[in-house]
């Protein structure tokens, strides 16, 4: 079943740049919003979570936006770099398991 | 480095092939996992062990039989597979499993084509 819909699938950002990564759920038990990032050769790693009882939440230039009534969430980076490059994988969770989004291919370029 | 070993990084194994995946942890956790990474597939949960019992199995082939002889260590027992096999298979760890909202630790993944 698809719980969980990621968008976009790729997104091409030029350095310096806003990349805006969005990811709509259904299930209205989820309490547990994470965002991991995953580079090539390499297994996901968690890069930021946030919990529903705030909107936002901000980790240097990494940004989690939180929209409980329109259950979606959103990881906004800053100022993109060519080391951002990367996967992104939301998966937000409840009393069960992770489920993870089907990702977002993110390139910045120089 | 995440604390979590996987080996062999890659495999090619035929139909009629048994092999094993090997994951080892050094975290201290006593949750772990096998994860199934299909090209534009979203991450598919295939087993967790909690210390060192199996808490779920995610409706998987017996073609994949997973061993967890103690907290730090998971393999993943390969036999008579299909070419549709073919992922990276990804081991991770957490501190308590049980529980969703934990951060999950992941290690680099194993390569398998099955020709």
């Known amino acids: 079943q698809q719980q969980v819909k990621q968008s976009p699938q790729s997104l091409i950002v030029q350095k310096g740049g806003i990349s805006i990564i969005n990811c709509a759920y259904e299930?209205?038990?989820?309490?547990?919003f994470p965002w991991y990032q995953q580079f090539p050769g390499k297994g996901p790693a968690l890069l930021i979570a946030i919990r529903p009882d705030v909107s936002e939440k901000k980790e240097g230039r990494f940004t989690i936006s939180f929209n409980k009534s329109a259950k979606q969430f959103s990881l906004h980076i800053m100022d993109s770099q060519p080391g951002d490059s990367a996967t992104y994988f939301c998966?937000?969770?409840?009393?069960?398991?992770?489920?993870f989004g089907t990702g977002t291919r993110l390139q910045v370029f120089p | 480095e995440t604390g979590v070993t996987q080996t062999p990084r890659h495999l090619v194994m035929g139909m009629t092939n048994k092999k094993s995946l090997k994951c080892e942890q050094h975290l201290g956790h006593n949750a772990m996992y096998w994860y199934k990474q299909s090209a534009k597939k979203p991450l598919e949960l295939m087993f967790v062990?909690?210390?060192?019992?199996?808490?779920e199995n995610n409706s998987v082939p017996s073609r994949f039989s997973p061993e967890c002889p103690n907290s730090s260590h998971l393999f993943l027992h390969l036999h008579t597979l299909q070419p549709e096999d073919s992922a990276l298979y990804l081991c991770a760890s957490s501190y308590r499993g049980g529980t969703s909202n934990e951060k999950l630790f992941f290690g680099s993944g194993t390569q398998l084509s099955v020709l």
């Open positions: 998966a937000p969770s409840g009393t069960d398991k992770l489920i």
């Open positions: 062990y909690n210390f060192k019992e199996q808490t």
């Open positions: 299930n209205t038990a989820f309490d547990y």
